[in-house]
């Protein structure tokens, strides 16, 4: 079992989240078109298409892949469709809901050295044209030997499909979700990124991607090429400013908590910052509690399970950020760990919220609550319960 399981089960989440959203195909309308790589490459430039620089640290692909994937164009192989849909925010530009890799492999290679923002890509490791090897784009532009490959690359066609007339995000999130079911799931928080960019959407995806306790819990060694760490951290912020208003919904609770935060960045920057920190510093006394083997994990009455459990992070995070409450804690270890395995051995309500369904209000009230309750006990704090309305 992988860590990634810790993630997926939030992608289904969302998608039982869409159900719910009355004719959210309505109006929309399809445009299939057969761009040249020269056209996306001037869309790119122009900052028509979003392809943030700050992708390139989250690359799923190797620079060997990318090269492959240049030398497809030059061969004029086949390639996968990019799915593009209408930015209602900006006429003529577009948001990415498939193709990103494909896209950054293009926009890098394209790239000429005089440019900060995107590292140029040496072509490396082809076998059909080992002569282009250590050949980037300059140098396709420079060598009259090379004009031909130029030519080839700049015309190779890729089919290009436009969502135009979207009147719901939902229809976006049906279309991301639904081609990407495969081994390998995409997180939502990479289309939430596209569809609320701003400054609180920004600082998610730097802290999550510089966190040392997410990084470790979640056994990354960079940041998740699926942004999956920023949707564990955009979770922790939404829970702990927001907890009393969930609704049950959690895809437009974290879209909530986003908009908000854009709209009020100057005014929750600092609050936000610091709440980072305490989740910083929630990891730390997590581990130090249970113990690297076995935090943020389901005990099944026998050992602790291997897999990380999401539930589990919802609660630890949430209240061991308190520096007042790990304090009263300090030294009582022990206690923490077996009211912990009591509560998921006798309290089958608890259980059911840490294993089943971990959305709905009842199940984050007999999470949330019941754990603030044993804090309490232990602590002989008044650690605050959370209303959720039920």
Known sequence: MTEDALLETDINEDLDDLEHVDNWADGAALWSTDWTAETVLSQLNRGNIDLNPSFQRRSAWSENKQSLFVESLILGLPIPQLILAEDKRKKGSYIVIDGKQRLLAIRRFASEGDESDFKPLKLKDLNERSDLNKKMYKDLLDDEDLSEDLAAFQNSSIRTIVIRNWKSEAYLWEVFLRINTGSVQLSPQELRQALHPGPFSNFVDDASAESIGLRTALKLKEPDFRMRDAE????????????????????????????????????????????????????????????????????????????????????????????????????????????????????PDFLASIERTTKTNEANNNRFNKWAEVLSQISGLNVPTIDFGV
């Open 232 to 347: 564990v951290l955009l979770r922790y912020l939404a829970y702990k400013n927001f907890a009393s208003e969930y609704a049950g919904n959690l895809k437009l609770f974290l879209d909530d908590t986003t908009l908000r935060f854009n709209e009020s960045w100057e005014q929750s920057q600092q609050m936000l910052e610091e709440q980072v920190q305490a989740m910083e510093d929630a990891f730390s006394f997590t581990e130090d509690v249970f113990g690297g083997a076995n935090y943020l994990r389901k005990w099944n009455g026998e050992k602790f399970e291997p897999r990380k459990n999401r539930a589990v992070f919802d609660i630890m995070l949430h209240f061991f950020g308190d520096p007042k409450l790990r304090a009263a804690l300090d030294g009582k270890s022990g206690e923490i760990v077996s009211e912990f395995k009591r509560l998921c051995e006798q309290d």
